[in-house]
């Protein structure tokens, strides 16, 4: 895999695959060497913020990655928070998170969740960021079919990019209701906790099973390996994952590269979608 794999929709190409940077939330110098690494390499061309990841601190972890490898390598995502996007605060908001990573623009600026959010301000408030430069285009964070259809019932709603939210082998919910809709729409689902996650112990359930102990074995590939080779399977989601480790990320995508269709057909009936709606996971 390569920064040249894509995903597109609509005509607009975005990278298949990024990295996020909550790892750098108490701060990790090692992890910022190995970011700079795989990105210098071509291996990897997505980074995904947000302001509250650390208080900022993640952010300006992005910035220094970004000063060593040079803005334009990067495609830079980054998030703000309901309680910020609002009048007085939104503009400040989005200049800080600027000055924090040390760009002038993001590729990509979520509303974090939806919670209260003023939807038609919200709106309004990313089309003027649109118009000067300060942002490339706008998405939202968590949202379900509900809260897309709230947004796509505002006047210029349905120029949102893109919905980031949670989805793994062990998370498929979004695949009942959500990921048809976003998909029929022309919106880019891009999926968080895609390895897997800690705090819903999705990962220790996946890597857990039998199953996935025997292909582990057999293709001498990691849990995570498999984990973000079913997300990439369709080469229509933008999947996210993190490491602190320069030799995890590397190994990730050089072993979910080589898992063949068939072991990624075992897993879909292993860990199948539900059969009806469930509610969107979060974190």
């Known amino acids: 895999m390569s920064l040249y794999s894509h995903v597109t929709i609509q005509g607009a190409a975005y990278p298949l695959y990024g990295l996020g ?13 190995a970011y700079v690494s795989v990105i210098a390499d071509g291996l990897v061309s997505m980074i995904d913020c947000a302001e509250m990841y650390g208080n900022g601190r993640c952010e300006e972890a992005a910035g220094r990655i970004l000063r060593r490898t040079g803005r334009d390598r990067v495609y830079l995502v980054d998030k703000i928070l309901p309680d910020n996007a609002v009048p007085g605060l939104f503009r400040k908001s989005l200049t ?13 600026y979520l509303l974090h969740w939806r919670e209260k959010a003023d939807l038609p301000f919200v709106i309004e408030s990313m089309e003027q960021a649109v118009r000067e430069g300060l942002i490339l285009r706008w998405g939202v964070s968590n949202f379900d079919v509900k809260d897309m259809e709230d947004l796509f019932a505002c006047e210029g709603g349905n120029r949102c990019a893109a919905d980031q939210i949670m989805y793994n082998l062990g998370t498929r919910g979004i695949e009942y209701d959500l990921l048809p809709w976003l998909k029929a729409k022309g919106v880019l689902p ?29 293709l001498s ?9 079913f997300a990439l399977r369709n080469r229509d989601i933008c999947a996210l994952f993190a490491s602190r480790q320069e030799r995890h990320i590397r190994d990730n995508l050089a072993e979910a590269e080589r898992i063949p269709a068939s072991v990624l057909a075992e897993l879909d009936a292993a860990f199948p979608a539900p059969e009806g709606r469930t509610p969107l996971a979060k974190l």
């Open 21 to 33: 940077t909550t790892v750098f939330w108490n701060g990790c110098p090692e992890a910022e060497d």
């Open 96 to 108: 800080e998170s600027l000055r924090r990573t040390g760009t002038d623009h993001f590729d990509l």
């Open 190 to 218: 891009m999926s968080y906790s895609t390895l897997g996650s800690s705090q819903l112990d999705t990962r220790q359930v996946v890597a857990g099973t039998p199953l996935v102990r025997r292909l582990c074995k057999e």
């Open 221 to 229: 590939v990691s849990p995570s390996a498999l984990m973000l080779a």
